[in-house]
């Protein structure tokens, strides 16, 4: 059975830290790469980070120079480091796994930061 479990959410304040963590387990074959997506309240689920399996490494532009990915696919693990956090931050973050044929979710780890 492949469960994603992501941890380290919480409340923080405007300004500053928290690192998630991301491991799967059940997964038996190599995967081409982890990603973080968050989703705040009222709205669509967003991509936030992304780390390939070579490698290669991504955050999206409303969090670039504040939010670092990384982590080793090949371990399956994956961490976010959410440094310089805002309000509009506010969100569950999700572990993703994504491939051709399956698609792996976790159950999500809430971040809210007050203001």
């Known amino acids: 059975q492949v469960q994603l479990v992501e941890s380290g959410g919480g409340v923080v304040q405007a300004g500053g830290s928290l690192r998630l963590s991301c491991v799967a387990s059940?997964?038996?074959?190599?995967?081409?790469?982890m990603a973080w997506y968050r989703q705040a309240p009222g709205k669509e689920r967003e991509l936030v980070a992304t780390?390939?399996?070579?490698?290669?490494?991504s955050v999206e532009d409303s969090v670039k120079g504040r939010f670092t990915v990384s982590g080793d696919p090949a371990l399956k693990a994956v961490f976010l480091q959410m440094n310089s956090l805002k309000p509009e931050d506010t969100a569950v973050y999700y572990c993703?796994?994504?491939?051709?044929?399956?698609?792996?979710w976790g159950q999500g780890t809430e971040v809210t930061v007050s203001s």
């Open positions: 059940g997964i038996t074959f190599s995967i081409n790469g």
């Open positions: 780390m390939s399996s070579d490698g290669f490494s």
């Open positions: 993703n796994v994504p491939g051709w044929d399956y698609n792996y």
